[in-house]
């Protein structure tokens, strides 16, 4: 069974960029495609991009170019950059494999707070 | 882009009842509808994908229909399990993956 582990800050300061990476275990990141996705506290979830294990990689508009998101096969992670983070960026951050049109398996999920 | 919309935003129900939630999108999105559940604290959970397809393990009391604009998600018989809050998601095109505001499940 493949697991998800995503690691990384629980808090960041406003105005900076937030890290988070994804372990991927019990199966390979080739031929798949691997996304972010969010959820603030109490509300419902956005996706934030995908990305090939080949490297190529497709956004949500709505973040402006905020977020990029790289592979490291070697390592079988994946990994999100989220610059200029605001309070409205607080969520739970969880990375997902995706089946083509869905979201087949989670990561158990990271609270990030954004907070000086 | 492509909104999602469900109802109802919560309902309670009985354990046997017989639940649905509807989820409707703004424009044409085939059969690209999937259905999660997700837990307090927990990651959300695959339940069907392709507007009726049965993930893998899961139970057959939970069904899926629907195509466009329409879709309906059916708990046949509700268990003590299955309070939990519900989402839809659509895949079509950018943004590529929205979800709806999910539909929350608790004890009558």
Not at chain 1, 19 to 38: D, H, K
Not at chain 2, 25 to 37: K, P
Not at chain 2, 82 to 103: E, K, N
Request: charged share 15%; proline share 5%; glycine share 8%.
């Amino acid at each position: 069974q493949v697991q998800l582990q995503e690691s990384g800050p629980g808090l960041v300061k406003p105005s900076e960029t937030l890290s988070l990476t994804c372990t991927v275990s019990g199966g390979s990141l080739t031929n798949y495609y691997w996304s972010w996705i969010r959820q603030p506290p109490g509300k419902g979830l956005e996706w934030i991009g995908y990305i090939y294990y080949s490297g190529s990689a497709h956004y949500n508009p709505s973040l402006k170019s905020r977020a990029t998101i790289s592979v490291d096969t070697s390592n079988n992670q994946f990994s999100l950059k989220l610059t200029s983070m605001t309070a409205a960026d607080t969520a739970v951050y969880y990375c997902a494999r995706v089946i083509t049109t869905h979201f087949e398996f989670w990561g158990q999920g990271n609270l990030v707070t954004v907070s000086s | 882009d492509i909104q999602m919309t469900q109802s109802p935003s919560s309902l309670s129900a009985s354990v046997g009842d017989r639940v649905t939630i509807t989820c409707q999108a703004t424009q044409d999105v085939s059969h690209y509808v999937s259905w999660y559940q997700q837990k307090p604290g927990k990651a959300p959970k695959l339940l069907i994908y392709d507007a009726s397809d049965l993930e893998a393990g899961v139970p057959a009391r939970f069904r899926g229909s629907g195509s466009g604009t329409d879709f309906t998600f059916t708990i046949t018989s509700l268990q003590p399990d299955d309070f939990a809050t519900y989402y839809c998601q659509q895949y079509d095109t950018l943004p590529l993956f929205t979800f709806g505001p999910g539909t929350k499940v608790d004890i009558k």
